[in-house]
């Protein structure tokens, strides 16, 4: 671990390698685990405001959670996540001709509706954010549905850190981005 700024960052993120391999796990992130995606505060009024254009992208069990839970839940600890559909798929998952499950919100955002990709959460994995009251930890969330993804990011020596870096760039901007890639350079 190291400390940038507000933040303490896992060397992980450095020193492992990652690349998404849709053809490979088909989206399985979007559809497994037991929660929702994490959504930060100041995002929950985005989804409720853009969900009206968002919502002839998605699939009518997403359209009939959301409208039952809501754009957003809130968790028994206070924290916010994207609702679900019986327990499992994000409510805002989509699927392609391939099956592979893919985002209703960053398909309405690739077919211009929104100006708003997805959540930040979604654009970070692998990694996570947590907030503490002085500082952010920044973890590499390692899972075994993107061993494919680590085998990828390693053929392609492609470090997580730069697998992700618009999505970097948006949750902690560019100086600190900057700063952390001097930090990667030093250590290899």
Same mark, same amino acid.
């Given at each position: 671990?190291?400390?940038?700024? =507000?933040?303490?960052?896992?060397?992980?993120?450095?020193?492992?390698?990652?690349?998404?391999? !849709?053809?490979?796990?088909?989206?399985?992130?979007?559809?497994?685990? +037991?929660?929702? /995606? %994490?959504? +930060? &505060?100041?995002?929950?009024? #985005?989804?409720?405001?853009?969900? &009206?254009?968002?919502?002839?992208? !998605?699939?009518?069990?997403?359209? @009939? /959670?959301?409208? /039952?839970?809501g754009t957003s839940i809130t968790t028994e600890f206070g924290d916010f996540e994207? %609702?679900?559909?019986?327990?499992? @798929?994000?409510?805002?998952?989509?699927? @392609?001709? =391939?099956?592979?499950? !893919?985002?209703?919100?960053?398909?309405?955002?690739?077919?211009?509706? #929104?100006?708003?990709?997805? &959540?930040?959460?979604?654009?970070?994995? %692998?990694?996570?954010?947590? +907030?503490?009251?002085?500082?952010?930890?920044?973890?590499?969330? =390692?899972?075994?549905?993107? +061993?494919?993804?680590?085998? !990828?990011?390693?053929?392609?020596?492609? &470090?997580?850190?730069?697998?992700? =870096?618009?999505?970097?760039?948006?949750?902690?901007? /560019?100086?600190?981005y900057a700063e952390l890639e001097k930090i990667a350079e030093n250590r290899g």
């Open positions: 671990m190291f400390q940038l700024g =507000k933040t303490i960052v896992s060397e992980d993120i450095i020193d492992k390698d990652f690349v998404c391999n !849709l053809s490979a796990c088909k989206g399985a992130c979007c559809i497994d685990g +037991d929660a929702g /995606a %994490p959504v +930060d &505060p100041e995002e929950v009024e #985005i989804l409720e405001s853009i969900y &009206p254009k968002v919502k002839p992208f !998605l699939r009518q069990e997403g359209i @009939d /959670a959301i409208e /039952a839970q994207t %609702p679900l559909i019986n327990g499992a @798929d994000c409510a805002y998952v989509i699927f @392609d001709e =391939k099956k592979t499950a !893919l985002c209703g919100i960053e398909e309405a955002y690739n077919q211009g509706e #929104i100006t708003w990709k997805k &959540p930040v959460s979604c654009h970070l994995y %692998p990694i996570r954010v947590k +907030d503490y009251s002085e500082f952010s930890g920044v973890n590499y969330e =390692k899972w075994e549905i993107c +061993d494919d993804a680590c085998s !990828l990011g390693k053929e392609l020596q492609v &470090p997580v850190y730069k697998f992700v =870096k618009e999505a970097l760039i948006r949750k902690f901007g /560019a100086d600190w």
